[in-house]
Nanobody, 112 residues
Framework: QVQLVESGGGLVQPGGSLRLSCAAS????????MGWYRQAPGKQRELVAY???????NYVDSVKGRFTISRDNAKKTVYLQMNNLRPEDTAVYYC??????WGQGTQVTVSS
């Protein structure tokens, strides 16, 4: 069955960096748009970035210039490189296939 497993979250100071990974299995990874979402306490889940099967990337305005989404189709993995992190980036980050299938999430906490 389709499975998405995120990793790479943690605690980082403001201005720091993290790289999230999402390993996919159970389907033809290269054929699907992959996205990263996040949900902060008390807030709705929001789209952070997504990359189409052809490699086009899109970002929410609040992360443009700081986050980079990429994918390795051979490894069936999508990444989110997060630089210059801010406290407001604190959330559980989820990867998604086509916004229909979700991983379990990984916690990112930005705090001094």
């Amino acid at each position: 069955q389709v499975q998405l497993v995120e990793s790479g979250g943690g605690l980082v100071q403001p201005g720091g960096s993290l790289r999230l990974s999402c390993a996919a299995s159970g389907y033809i990874f290269s054929a699907y748009t992959m996205g990263w979402y996040r949900q902060a306490p008390g807030k709705q889940r929001e789209l952070v970035a997504y990359m189409t099967s052809s490699g086009d990337a899109n970002y929410v305005d609040s992360v443009k210039g700081r986050f980079t989404i990429s994918r390795d189709n051979a490894k069936k993995t999508v990444y989110l490189q997060m630089n210059n992190l801010r406290p407001e980036d604190t959330a559980v980050y989820y990867c998604s296939r086509d916004s229909t299938t979700w991983g379990q999430g990984t916690q990112v906490t930005v705090s001094s």
